[in-house]
Structures are given as C-alpha cells and as structure tokens.
C-alpha cells in the first residue's frame, strides 16, 4: 500500500514538491529523521519538514498544503469534525494495512 500511495502522490505532484524515502532504512532515516524510530514509521506515514516532522492523517494535511491538486483535501480535511474523522479513518486503514518491510520501489529513493 505504501508504493502504491507513493505513485498516486508522485503523479500528482507535477511541481515536484515532494520526495519520498524509504523509512525502514535505518541509517537514511537517522539521516532525514532523527530519532524516528521503527515502531513509528511501520505505524504510519511521515511527512518530515526542516521545523516539524507530522504522522499519519496530519501528514496528508501537510503534503496537501504544496501539492495544488490536493489542496480541496486540506480545505476539508482541516474542518472540525472532518478533522477527527480523518484521523479516525486513517488509523483504522494503517492498522489494516499489510507492513512487509523494506521498500524496493524506485519511488523510494530520496
């Protein structure tokens, strides 16, 4: 599922605002993450920026925020009770999700 995230989020992302890494490396994760550790990237995704690093739900927020065709996501997203719904179904999808381990997509590569 996560490949799978990456390539829709790729395609949308004509102004390559974003770049993906592969998590369950450790030694790259130490690198872009500091002290992010496996338990929480096999948890959920995360967005991590120079001032703030966010998981799950709000890390869809934030990548909207720079991909223009995601932003109706962020303006709806963010409304009260859309909010903690979000939340609500995004922890419910991860914890469903199949986790087998290290990504070898090339969408992963810094």
């Known amino acids: 599922m996560c490949r799978r995230?990456?390539?829709?989020?790729?395609?949308?992302?004509?102004?390559?605002?974003?770049?993906f890494a592969d998590g369950?490396?450790?030694?790259?994760?130490?690198?872009l993450a500091p002290g992010l550790t496996d338990?929480?990237?096999?948890?959920e995704m995360w967005v991590v920026e120079p001032d703030r690093r966010s998981g799950g739900y709000d890390a869809i927020?934030?990548?909207?925020?720079?991909v223009p065709l995601l932003w109706p996501v962020l303006l709806v997203g963010s409304l009260p009770g859309i909010y903690q719904l979000g939340h609500a179904v995004y922890?419910?999808?991860a914890a469903?999700?199949?986790r087998r381990g290290r990504c070898t997509?090339?969408?992963c590569a810094p």
């Open 39 to 43: 338990a929480q990237i096999m948890r």
């Open 5 to 19: 995230s990456v390539r829709r989020l790729h395609r949308l992302d004509w102004l390559n605002r974003l770049t």
């Open 61 to 66: 927020l934030r990548m909207s925020r720079v």
């Open 96 to 98: 469903r999700r199949q």
């Open 91 to 93: 922890r419910n999808i």
């Open 105 to 107: 997509d090339e969408f």
């Open 24 to 31: 369950t490396d450790p030694e790259r994760r130490e690198r």
